[in-house]
């Protein structure tokens, strides 16, 4: 009937569906998601005046898509907290991380070969986290294909999509960038993912179930390494979000026909209200900060993360 | 008995009371939110680089009265989400009004008359929201005025309530300005009229429902037109605020005494703290800024907003 | 069976436990409340320019931790205005503070002796909130002792735990702090309070709830009298905390080794781009902050709130 059920890969992907992500892959989740906490700039700092408000922030990069879909379901926030043995190995993850003696847990975990190992199996815990939001929405709201996509998206990326709010219990605020305004790679392909599993679960995708967990596995598993083995950050969808965003969203544009009144007026405001603008803080000027220097901002801070990164590489060696 | 069911009105009161909101009124609603949306600074850049984050802040000035109150009442955010029709059409009304090709629906839209006509639609809406919203939590929490006025209040304005999270989607922070703080006429008039209804519901005022909706719909409608007709933004409420201000609220003021020693504590801080203060962000002086420097601030983020209509309407012309 | 039991003090612990908190130890939560509210700097420019955002502020004060545990459990935001009595008695010592003729209210509760009562049987509340936190989280929740300390804790220090929130109704934002970077005082006893309660109700701790009510009713209200009255700020866990943070966490330090190179990143990162800095605000330097700025700042706010509340008393002085 199905071309994938005469395969061997029917066998396979039965396997894949049947696997449990305790503890193996939950770990290497726990273990990939403090790493990146670590590597987030400001955060050794905080780990040293605050422990706690450090493991806070690394419960939100754990467990925030069960946090997020909680909240978006209106169940309880505390929910995740009472999975007494999912907090207990991402605490014990979380010390070993941050304050393991000769810092041996961090520097082993990021070689590379072991890094990614750990990164894959990360990767694996995405399709389990999605297809279960979906499937839990679809329990709920039989027909909205919405809410399903929302809610496996939630799930599977919702550490990414809370981010403004876990930076600010390490007392960072960064209202001028989110996942939405500038979608990074883990939380697009979350998106996709949950866009098929919807699909897949309301019928509109022919496909069984454990065929597409295979198919998505695999399909993130390989882009996860070839990032990591080649360094490159090009998103696979590069072409298809470009040809997508001109053919919908480019086709009249009054921003290019405004673009220099609006610059003017911006510049006019910024000079003669010099005065005002210092009182309300230069967060004011967020609005009005053009595409241009976002961009510019963004990457300072990027070139901070990577210097960030740098620091702790030579740590390592000096270590070793 | 009653002196309303005496006149015509009665008949004209039970013929509004039974229109249906679906699709012409829900229509105008999103026409005339997405354009207020438009109209904010810096939301055209906003949806050329991220339809994404453009389209979530749509659906929150869509739907935000929905979403704070099932927040409030701790029902599922994403219900809103499930009222498939609903999302359809707030998301085409999204895409015309910024993507449409020649920029033909905003520019016609922008119109006085059809704006006009729009805009009173809206007004016809905040009825039966706040209706909603009272009868909701009536049937909730029996006996409480408080929470009635409330998740009114909430379903109503909940656009407005919500504007610093909705902000924040689009990369923009103003946390020194609130509905709160300073109220907008559109969210004043929500709260009179959930006043209002949560009276005539607990009995406390002596109206039929229906009664009540005529006069309060008629109320809305007159003084929106008469807004946008005059140009005028003078609230018809100002001297009885005024009033109340001044009996409640102003008997004695220890501010008056205080303001030369705070404010001179104030500047002998910042003369003194300058090294901290650059460090903690200017928004560590949020807290210090006098009633007066907000003032400035927000007439100059006003005057933006003028010049962003004006850029916008200067466009529509050479289209035309 | 229990040394305690044969003590007198079995007495005063069944006394202690049947006490009711309403009406007096609640009316004084919320003028100690209130009152603190009242002498954070600014507060009192926002009660003249927005009697409902200082009210607004002011309940989130009283029923700061009803409203933070409600949402953690998925439970109506709205439920405690739904408590008709305990608003009503709430707004109205927040009028007698903020607008009472003559100040007298305030001036009154400001004094020494009356204000150390209310200060002792406001901790005496603390209590109650506490165990009534963590006996509800039990009820949902049977073995998660994670759950039941962060309901307890949230019931009993609600109010400091959503801080930034608070302040943003009242237009100020202060990212760079909260209660996890930097503990106050009331959040600790009340997080050790949950402890202890939680240990308590599974068991682990071989005590009666009646008699470890006394025992850190006592202990708080202690400390309290201490602090007041010898006006030292000084935690009592100041020993224990340190001899826990060196054994735990100071064992192994990448932060040390990282110091240098950090600064020197971040300084690097500063002097290249400044212009871009420039855009994204200060905020985003919050990230680079060192504990040492931090601390500065911090101290910088504390002198603002002693001078205010020097304002405060001098003006009371003045009337007197």
Redo the contacts between chains.
């Keep these: 009937m199905d071309l994938l059920e005469l395969l061997p890969l029917d066998e396979l992907s039965h396997g894949l569906a049947n696997l449990s992500m305790f503890p193996y892959f939950d770990m290497a989740h726990y273990i990939v998601s403090i790493m990146a906490l670590r590597e ?3 955060v ?10 450090c493991w ?1 922030s690394s419960m939100l990069f754990c467990f925030g898509g069960a946090v997020l879909s ?9 929910a995740p ?2 999975n ?1 043995t999912g ?1 207990l190995l991402a605490s014990i993850t979380w ?1 070993l991380v941050f ?5 041996l847990v ?1 520097c082993c975990s990021a070689l590379l070969p072991l890094r990614l190992v750990l990164s894959v199996m990360k990767e694996v815990t995405r399709t389990w986290k999605v297809l279960g939001g979906v499937t839990l ?1 679809h329990s ?2 039989k ?5 399903m996509i ?2 496996g998206w939630a799930k599977g990326a919702g550490g990414g999509l809370i981010r ?1 709010f876990e ?12 996942e ?4 990074s790679y883990p939380t697009k392909i979350t998106l996709i993912g949950a866009v098929l599993f919807a699909l897949q679960q309301t019928r509109y995708l022919p496909l069984q179930t454990h065929h597409l967990m295979l198919i998505y596995t695999v399909f993130t598993v390989v882009n996860k390494s070839r990032m990591m083995l080649t360094g490159s950050s090009s998103s696979p969808f590069a072409a298809i979000e470009s040809a997508v ?1 001109k053919t ?8 290019d ?2 673009t220099g ?2 610059q003017k ?2 510049v ?2 910024r000079t003669t ?1 010099t ?17 241009v ?2 961009v ?2 963004q ?3 990027l ?2 993360k990577d ?2 990164e740098n ?2 590489t ?2 390592c060696k ?1 270590i070793n």
Tied chains: 1, 2, 3.
Aim: hydrophobic share 40%; glycine share 8%.
């Design positions: 987030q700039p400001g050794l700092e905080v780990s040293r005046v605050s422990p706690l408000a806070f909680a909240i978006m379901l209106a169940e309880p926030v505390v907290l009472s007494s907090v010390y304050y393991c003696p000769m810092d961090y929405a709920k709201y027909d909205s294909l919405l809410v929302a809610i403004n930076q600010l219990v390490r007392g960072v605020w960064k209202p001028e960038t989110n939405l305004l500038k979608m965003y919908l969203f480019a086709g009249h544009s009054p921003y026909a405004l009144e609006v007026a911006c006019d405001q209200a005065a005002g603008a210092k009182e309300i803080g230069e967060n004011g000027a967020a609005g009005k900060t053009t595409p220097s976002r510019k901002g990457s300072g801070s070139k901070a210097k960030s620091a702790d030579t740590n000096k």
